[in-house]
């Protein structure tokens, strides 16, 4: 019992440590495009 208890402890400690080091190393960075648009205003003289 006590070894299956340590597994459960390491496992989650490599996935603690895994989702960290892809936190920080991973291109999360968002794809930047400059976007124009015409826009048609209905103003009243």
């Known amino acids: 019992?006590?070894?299956?208890?340590?597994?459960?402890?390491?496992?989650?400690?490599?996935?603690f440590i895994?989702?960290?080091g892809y936190a920080y190393l991973g291109d999360m960075t968002p794809d930047r495009a400059?976007?124009?648009?015409?826009v048609e205003l209905n103003v009243v003289k």
């Open 18 to 20: 895994g989702l960290t």
């Open 1 to 15: 019992m006590l070894r299956l208890l340590k597994l459960i402890i390491f496992l989650a400690l490599v996935a």
């Open 34 to 38: 400059e976007i124009s648009e015409p």
